[in-house]
């Protein structure tokens, strides 16, 4: 239950700083499409660059470990990554 409650909270940051940096917004979206705006590649950047050394860290620490990782499926992730990118074209985004 503590995991669910931690990530509902942090969930609930990311998509408020998400729409305080103005990414919810339809303009910084196509920008970032038309090779305009960086944004959202700015802002997801800096994100990972944050993330991957506090993960880390707590890993480390032993505040919890990574284990049974699934395997990733390459054709899946292909498949459902056009469809999106299909349906994103054909709504006009």
């Known amino acids: 239950m503590q995991g669910l409650f931690s990530a ?3 969930g609930f940051c990311f998509g408020f700083l998400l729409n ?3 990414l919810t917004k339809y303009d910084t979206i196509v920008n970032q ?3 305009k705006d960086f944004t959202v ?3 997801m ?5 944050v ?3 506090i993960v880390y860290l707590m890993q480390g620490i032993g505040f919890y470990t990574i284990s ?3 395997n990733t499926y390459v054709v899946g992730n292909f498949l459902g990554g056009s469809i999106f990118g299909v349906g994103m074209a054909v709504g006009g985004f």
């Open 45 to 49: 950047l800096t994100t990972l660059i």
């Open 68 to 70: 049974n990782v699934p």
């Open 20 to 22: 305080k940096a103005r």
């Open 8 to 10: 509902l909270v942090f």
């Open 33 to 35: 499409f038309r090779l």
């Open 51 to 53: 993330a991957m050394p």
């Open 41 to 43: 590649l700015k802002y």
